[in-house]
């Protein structure tokens, strides 16, 4: 098992980086959360990862760190829930965003998480609830329910923006206003202007 890469970041996106270690390339799955905290291009990156074993494929998916990979674990673990799912998961709400989600039962929020229906939120609070209370995430944190990173993407994507154009954009607005209190409103309107500048 692989449990860590430690190498170059020689490759990244927000879904997938490529990492270099001893000469040897590693192609990793990574959710938006995770790609946020990466270096730049070529610099030494650490990453922990889990290996999915499946009869056509082996795949390789990171996380930036320990808590976001046991909430990756704990996900696959639900039925329906698949590896590329829970990374979807990931990329709309932190960790602690999540256990907190799932131990109250907030529905509205998990189904949030576009490929997230009504029926699949609900077996996540049904499995998952009892082992999300024993967890230490941090939930004291502040916590956005739902995610605005997840709502903002949507309400682009709602209209006409691309997934991957609206993911960059809201990236982007996020990691240049890492501490301003960023609230739904804003960052559409800040989105929004990235976006006409994009344009023009």
Do not use: C, W
Request: net charge positive.
């Amino acid at each position: 098992m692989i449990t860590s890469l430690r190498g170059k970041l020689i490759k990244k996106s927000p879904t997938e980086i490529s990492v270099e270690v001893n000469n040897v390339g590693y192609l990793v799955f990574i959710s938006i959360s995770t790609f946020e905290n990466l270096p730049s291009i070529n610099s030494e990156v650490f990453i922990y990862t889990y290996l999915v074993v499946r009869e056509d494929a082996h795949l390789l998916f990171g996380f930036i760190s320990e808590e976001e990979r046991e909430m990756f674990k704990l996900l696959i673990t639900v039925s329906g829930i698949g590896p590329k799912i829970a990374q979807t998961i990931l990329s709309g709400s932190k960790p602690n965003e999540i256990q907190h989600f799932i131990s109250i039962g907030d529905i509205s929020a998990l189904t949030s998480t576009p490929g997230i229906g009504r029926k699949t939120a609900e077996r996540l609070v049904v499995e998952l609830k009892d082992k999300m209370l024993k967890l230490n995430f941090g939930t004291s944190a502040t916590i956005t329910s739902p995610s605005i990173r997840s709502e903002a993407i949507n309400a682009l994507i709602s209209l006409g923006y691309n997934k991957s154009k609206s993911e960059s954009i809201v990236i982007k607005i996020l990691s240049e206003n890492k501490n301003s209190g960023m609230t739904i409103e804003n960052l559409l309107k800040l989105s929004l202007k990235q976006t006409a500048k994009d344009k023009s």
